[in-house]
């Protein structure tokens, strides 16, 4: 099929295309527990991906087992007049996230994955204020604690628990309260780094750009051949598992590929939808590991999270 690919400038020709997508499908983690079972069928990587299943199921549950709660006045009116995230992660955290942890580590313990029943286990044996530790951790990065196993092991699942609460969050809001002014590197809802982006299809989005983010599910549309981190658009390579693969109409564009930026030395996935309509960018981006080795070893960092997986500390450099 023939595509228009947008180019910056470019913009104003298009159709009325929305700025910002909410995350109301009550399906959606049904949705990505579906494409996990699917990726797990034909992988390397099957038993992660199988277990991340599993993960995406409790979410579903969880997410239908709480009403949103009311957003203050004062928040939503920042946010539409001067568009600041009136759900930033960055404010004090409703402690109600922690019974949708309470909903995820029950589904778990009854699940057939022993590693994940005995995660579940482990996290109950936590008071709130080690899990609220946690859930910093996730935020600002570094471990919680002195065990960095321990916390790659419970870190996606407080992660999990993090994105219900905010995606629920988020499918509540208006469109009307969202005050956007232009692009933006982080998401209109809250604040957060997107997990990565996708070349849409569809009526209304046919070949534009969103980023997804990694922790409220919103989507925001930022135009292509533009770092997601630094919006430079003069140093913008693309990288897939085929190679270096440019962005050019006439090319076979590879399914997942690595947009990296030379001005600020980092990189995020872009998916083509086209190809792989049932993708689900965070099941998606787990699944293409082998591509963030890649460009990590040409140099690159990663600009932004898949809070379902904790990518580990550096080691110190005196640690040998
Ligand atoms: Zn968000
Ligand atoms: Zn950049």
């Given at each position: 099929?023939?595509?228009?690919?947008?180019?910056?400038?470019?913009?104003?020709?298009?159709?009325?295309?929305?700025?910002?997508?909410?995350?109301?499908?009550?399906?959606?983690?049904?949705?990505?527990?579906?494409?996990?079972?699917?990726?797990?069928?034909?992988?390397?990587?099957?038993?992660?991906?199988?277990?991340?299943?599993?993960?995406?199921?409790?979410?579903?549950?969880?997410?239908?087992?709480?009403?949103?709660?009311?957003?203050a006045d004062e928040p939503l009116a920042r946010s539409r007049e001067h568009g600041m995230p009136a759900l930033s992660y960055q404010d004090e955290r409703d402690p109600a996230w922690l019974t949708d942890l309470d909903h995820i580590l029950a589904s778990l313990?009854?699940?057939?994955?022993?590693?994940?029943?005995?995660?579940?286990?482990?996290?109950?044996?936590?008071?709130?204020?080690?899990?609220?530790?946690?859930?910093?951790?996730?935020?600002?990065?570094?471990?919680?604690?002195?065990?960095?196993?321990a916390?790659?092991?419970?870190?996606?699942?407080?992660?999990?628990?993090?994105?219900?609460?905010?995606?629920?969050?988020?499918?509540?809001m208006k469109l009307d309260d969202i005050g956007m002014v232009g692009s933006s590197t982080v998401c209109p809802c809250c604040g957060s780094r997107p997990v990565a982006s996708v070349i849409e299809i569809g009526p209304q989005q046919q070949s534009l750009r969103y980023l997804h983010c990694s922790l409220c599910s919103t989507q925001w549309h930022m135009v292509r051949v533009?770092?997601?981190?630094?919006?430079?658009?003069?140093?913008?390579a693309y990288y897939s598992l085929n190679g270096a693969d440019a962005e050019q109409p006439s090319q076979?564009?590879?399914?997942?590929?690595?947009?990296?930026?030379?001005?600020?030395?980092?990189?995020?996935?872009?998916?083509?939808?086209?190809?792989?309509?049932?993708?689900?960018?965070?099941?998606?981006d787990l699944a293409t590991l082998m591509l963030d080795m890649l460009v990590d070893e040409a140099g690159?960092?990663?600009s932004g999270p898949n809070l379902l997986f904790s990518p580990g500390v550096p080691d110190e450099p005196d640690n040998g």
């Amino acid at each position: 099929m023939a595509q228009k690919i947008l180019q910056p400038g470019e913009i104003g020709q298009h159709e009325p295309f929305p700025a910002v997508v909410l995350p109301t499908d009550p399906q959606q983690f049904a949705n990505r527990a579906r494409r996990f079972e699917h990726l797990a069928r034909s992988h390397a990587m099957a038993p992660l991906l199988a277990a991340m299943a599993h993960i995406a199921h409790a979410q579903h549950a969880a997410l239908g087992a709480q009403a949103p709660a009311a957003i203050a006045d004062e928040p939503l009116a920042r946010s539409r007049e001067h568009g600041m995230p009136a759900l930033s992660y960055q404010d004090e955290r409703d402690p109600a996230w922690l019974t949708d942890l309470d909903h995820i580590l029950a589904s778990l313990l009854a699940c057939p994955e022993p590693v994940l029943q005995d995660a579940a286990r482990r996290l109950q044996a936590i008071a709130a204020d080690g899990r609220e530790a946690i859930a910093d951790a996730v935020f600002g990065g570094g471990i919680a604690g002195n065990d960095p196993e321990a916390h790659a092991i419970l870190s996606p699942l407080v992660g999990a628990a993090l994105q219900v609460w905010w995606t629920r969050q988020a499918g509540s809001m208006k469109l009307d309260d969202i005050g956007m002014v232009g692009s933006s590197t982080v998401c209109p809802c809250c604040g957060s780094r997107p997990v990565a982006s996708v070349i849409e299809i569809g009526p209304q989005q046919q070949s534009l750009r969103y980023l997804h983010c990694s922790l409220c599910s919103t989507q925001w549309h930022m135009v292509r051949v533009t770092c997601s981190a630094c919006e430079s658009t003069k140093q913008v390579a693309y990288y897939s598992l085929n190679g270096a693969d440019a962005e050019q109409p006439s090319q076979k564009i590879a399914f997942a590929r690595a947009e990296s930026c030379d001005d600020c030395h980092s990189y995020l996935k872009i998916f083509q939808r086209e190809k792989e309509p049932m993708m689900d960018v965070t099941a998606d981006d787990l699944a293409t590991l082998m591509l963030d080795m890649l460009v990590d070893e040409a140099g690159y960092l990663r600009s932004g999270p898949n809070l379902l997986f904790s990518p580990g500390v550096p080691d110190e450099p005196d640690n040998g």
